[in-house]
Structure formats: structure tokens, C-alpha cells
């Protein structure tokens, strides 16, 4: 799985930061609103519920685990599910370290939590944004997220609690690394037959077409090809991708050249047919067509777009 997952986590363009380190005595209960990028929790001590606003199940959360709402969605934290809540930005305060505190005094249990924000490329050409619930919780089969996450979010809540020169630069390179790596348990845990074609990382031969792919959009890549590549009959590996993936090949093809080419078009000044070139269309208009149709519009008027 390691290869193309890493090429899939890779192509995602994140960017991860802490925006608050959370001290909260029961009872307590906070309410985030819609935001405009995804958000996380990481539990550092304590215990909490989260849950969708909209009517989710709560869910339980102890200290290690890491929950993220990928699209912002409104959500719900507290110390019990039904406790009254109050809007997260009315809460947060700035300390002397210009650092976040969200601050709730009271006599129960203490909970110790690091919050932040996580903003993905949301192009709709990518194959994996579009595949994530609204809402990621994390454990491994013990019922535990990783030992590496729990000294990951220790190291943020220390860096938080003591800052030193190259603080931003440690939180931001950690705040990184604890997304993948929550993004990384959530594909690797995945009930077979769940979560859309991200399951077909679990089948080898499956996961080195897509391997293939990843590496190579430019070739013109064919189901017989990829059969042979990865050691199946063309019949057995086209229905297998299909079922697995959820579309064949070829569109397969499309849709990661197309994400492809929407990353050149933001960071480069390259032309429209050299970027079609790069990504693997012999002309100009096949590009353009090929692009219109997964995301709507021309490449010229995507990039004026963003």
C-alpha cells in the first residue's frame, strides 16, 4: 500500500496549524460553526464528546485520540453529550505568546486539548477529497490511535506550554505530520467495502495499477497493459479495478491527470499545451475537453478563476 498511498497523501497539498491549546474544566462545552477550512482535536489528557451539530452520534474521546472534520462542518465538544454549549471563537483568547488559550473554569474533571485547522486542495478533480466523511475518528484495532500520535500530540501541547526559538516552525512540521497521519490510519482501517475506491488499496494488484498510474500519467496507460503489469487477465483486471475503484481505468487516468494539471496551473506560468503535454494529451483541444469535463470549465478560465 506504502507507494500509492504516499502518492495519493502527497498529491492532497495540506497545510495544518494550531489555532488554540485548550485547558477546560467540567462543565463545558464548546460549538466551532461552519469554517471555511477543516478542523481537528487532538485529546493531550482528559476525556470529551464530539459530535456533528447537525444531529451526529456523540462520540467518545479519550486522551491520544485525534478527531478532524476535513470540510469545516459544524461540530460539538464537551465534557458529557447535552451539555450546554457556547461558540469557540467567544471562548478563545490570545496569550503574551500571541498563541490561542481557550479557557473554561470550573470543578470537575479537567480536560487538555490542542485545537487547530487543516486546509486541503479542494480541487474536484482530486480522487481522495471527495471520499472522506464529514467527520474522521481514528483507532487502531485495540481501540487506541498509534503510540506516534500520542508523542506527536505531546510534543505540540510541550512546544505550546514552553515555546523556544523555532516553535512555529516545530508546531507547523508536527500539526502536518499528525493530519497524514490520521488521513494514513483512516485509509489503512477501512472496513473492506467502505469508503468508496480507497478500500482498493487493499488489493494488490489494484493498488500497483494505481501505483502506475500515479507515477506515469503521461503514458497512455490500457486496462490490457495495467493486466499484465500487475499479473492478471485483462477481463478479471478491468472488472476487478472497476468494482474496486468505482470507475475504470481510463477515466481513472482522466481524473488524476486532470488533478495534475490543476496543480500546474495555480503554481506555474507554463501554457495550456505545455501542461497538456505534462500530463499526458497529445493536443491542446483533447486536453481542454478532457478537463471541461471533469470540472466544468476550460483550463484557461480555471486559471484566471484562482
Known sequence: MTDALTDILDSIRMQGSVFSRASLAAPWGVESGKTPSGMFHA?????????????????????????????????????????????????????????????????????????????????????????????????????????????????????????????????????????????????????????????????????????????????????TELAVLVGLSRSGFFSRFRDGVGETPAQYLTRWRIHLATRILKEEEASVSVVAQRVGYATEAAFSNAFKRVLGVRPGAYRKAV
Open 43 to 223: 485529546v493531550v489528557s482528559g476525556n470529551a464528546w464530539v459530535a456533528l451539530a447537525d444531529g451526529g452520534t456523540p462520540i467518545a474521546l479519550e486522551r491520544g485520540d485525534v478527531v478532524m472534520m476535513p470540510f469545516g462542518q459544524n461540530h460539538i465538544l464537551a465534557d458529557e453529550p447535552g451539555t450546554a454549549t457556547r461558540p469557540i471563537a467567544e471562548l478563545n483568547s490570545i496569550d503574551q505568546f500571541g498563541r490561542g488559550r481557550l479557557v473554561v473554569e470550573g470543578r470537575g474533571p479537567g480536560t487538555s486539548l490542542i485545537c487547530g485547522t487543516v486546509s486541503f486542495d479542494k480541487a474536484a478533480a482530486h480522487p481522495v477529497l471527495s471520499m472522506l466523511p464529514p467527520l474522521l475518528h481514528v483507532r487502531d484495532h485495540r481501540g487506541r490511535m498509534s503510540s506516534a500520535v500520542e508523542t506527536m500530540i505531546g510534543l505540540i501541547a510541550d512546544e505550546m506550554d514552553r515555546p523556544e526559538p523555532g516553535t512555529e516552525t516545530v508546531i507547523a512540521r508536527l500539526t502536518d505530520a499528525l493530519v497524514v497521519y490520521v488521513l494514513r490510519n483512516y485509509i489503512e482501517h477501512l472496513p473492506d467495502g467502505q469508503g468508496g475506491w480507497l478500500s482498493a488499496l487493499k488489493d494488490p494488484p489494484i493498488r500497483d495499477a494505481l501505483g502506475l498510474i500515479h507515477r506515469s500519467p503521461e503514458r497512455s496507460w490500457t486496462a
